[in-house]
């Protein structure tokens, strides 16, 4: 009986430690700025500031691709099976597959870099099954993507 006496005087001795302890929450104040909800400018304001949350929504991950050449990469390349495709970072990568009206099998990895129009946003690496393939081969692919996204921003303009 005098051991359940001292487990219950334990835990009333515990409880009353930790409920002192949350008597100094008192003392914090409510911000009201943090139950207001921002946008527009204001929500642009606040995200440059840094934060925890930009882990969450991938700021120096991202980059901002030009819908136009993405489009065209996928479309130009539609031989080719897309194993991966990530347009935060602007990477797609495709699988062995052979053109139209070819004979040798080629993987591409397309890289856009900048959300301009621009070659200098365009990368595209290509490789057949034995091995590299030469530059004029990427750049005329290259071309063929940068023209195919052409034609889709004026088919887009006319809309």
């Known amino acids: 009986m005098t ?6 005087a334990g ?3 515990a409880s009353l430690v930790f409920l002192s302890a949350c008597s100094g929450l008192q003392d914090a104040k409510l911000d009201p700025e943090a139950m207001r909800v921002k946008g527009g400018r204001e929500r ?11 882990a969450f929504r991938g700021a120096k991950d991202t980059v901002k691709v030009n819908r136009f050449l993405w489009t065209a990469s996928l479309q130009v390349l539609d031989f080719l099976p897309v ?5 935060f970072t602007g990477v797609i990568s495709t699988g ?5 009206g070819g004979g040798q099998a080629y993987r591409a990895t397309i890289l856009i870099s900048d959300p301009a129009l621009d070659a200098r946003a ?11 393939v030469d530059a004029a081969t990427e750049r005329a692919v290259e071309d063929a993507i940068l023209n195919r996204a052409r034609q889709l921003r004026i088919q ?3 809309f």
Not at 3 to 8: G, L, N, T
Not at 122 to 132: E, F, I, K, M, T
Request: net charge neutral.
């Open 83 to 87: 194993e991966a495709a990530d347009p």
């Open 122 to 132: 365009l990368n595209v690496a290509l490789q057949s099954q034995r091995g590299p």
């Open 3 to 8: 051991q359940s006496r001292f487990k219950i």
């Open 96 to 100: 062995y597959g052979r053109p139209p």
């Open 156 to 158: 887009a303009a006319r």
């Open 11 to 13: 835990l009333t001795a």
């Open 44 to 54: 642009e304001a606040a995200a440059s500031d840094g934060s925890l949350l930009d």
